[in-house]
T-cell receptor, first 115, second 113 residues
Framework: AQSVSQHNHHVILSEAASLELGCNYSYGGTVNLFWYVQYPGQHLQLLLK??????LVKGIKGFEAEFIKSKFSFNLRKPSVQWSDTAEYFCAVKARGSGTYKYIFGTGTRLKVLA | DAGVTQSPTHLIKTRGQQVTLRCSPK?????VSWYQQALGQGPQFIFQ???????QRGNFPDRFSGHQFPNYSSELNVNALLLGDSALYLCASSTDIGAYEQYFGPGTRLTVT
């Protein structure tokens, strides 16, 4: 069955530290990939997405992610985090079949950035 | 421009009861998807509605059903509630059935006692 794994459930960083959150999926077909963020007290927002083309995608607030097809990975990165990046981050995959598709979310990574 | 809205915000029901949750999509959106998010978990896809029909469905029993109205708003119905149905129910809207970019609502917190 298709699945999405986020290996880091909780991450604590100091401001200005670099961030990398892992995301791996299990599905051999066509995928679209997403990272969503949920700030405290707010609803899910799209951070960035990959459909095709350049495997390095840039999103809002300085985030980027790289799609490595051979590794079934879509890791999220930010060179220097800020206190305001404290949030929960979800990786999601749209697994496309013949005329059908499924959306699969990972379990999320809670990021806490210390000022 | 209003985003995705959901009602009610919170709901408490008893096992065996039925519940209806409502969602109004973002202006200009015609596709609505529903998700269940249990505590500590990521959202799980329930189903998607487009042109008033269920077009895609996740691994949820028939107790979960829905409806989409001509104005694109949608309802999620859950019958014979179980304790395990307690969760945050999220609605997401998009501009096409492909749902490449979904906008999520704040969710309805359902507690089943």
């Amino acid at each position: 069955a298709q699945s999405v794994s986020q290996h880091n459930h909780h991450v604590i960083l100091s401001e200005a530290a670099s961030l990398e959150l892992g995301c791996n999926y299990s599905y051999g077909g066509t995928v679209n990939l997403f990272w969503y963020v949920q700030y405290p007290g707010q609803h899910l927002q799209l951070l960035l997405k990959y459909f095709s083309g350049d495997p390095l995608v840039k999103g809002i607030k300085g985030f980027e992610a790289e799609f490595i097809k051979s590794k079934f990975s879509f890791n999220l990165r930010k060179p220097s985090v800020q206190w305001s990046d404290t949030a929960e981050y979800f990786c999601a995959v749209k697994a496309r079949g013949s005329g059908t598709y499924k959306y699969i979310f990972g379990t999320g990574t809670r990021l806490k950035v210390l000022a | 421009d209003a985003g995705v809205t959901q009602s009610p915000t919170h709901l408490i029901k008893t096992r065996g009861q039925q519940v209806t949750l409502r969602c109004s999509p973002k202006s200009g959106h015609d596709t609505v998807s529903w998700y269940q998010q249990a505590l500590g978990q990521g959202p799980q896809f329930i189903f998607q509605y487009y042109e008033e029909e269920e077009r895609q469905r996740g691994n949820f029993p028939d107790r979960f059903s829905g409806h989409q109205f001509p104005n694109y708003s949608s309802e999620l119905n859950v019958n014979a509630l179980l304790l395990g149905d307690s969760a945050l129910y999220l609605c997401a809207s998009s501009t096409d059935i492909g749902a490449y970019e979904q906008y999520f609502g704040p969710g309805t917190r359902l507690t089943v006692t």
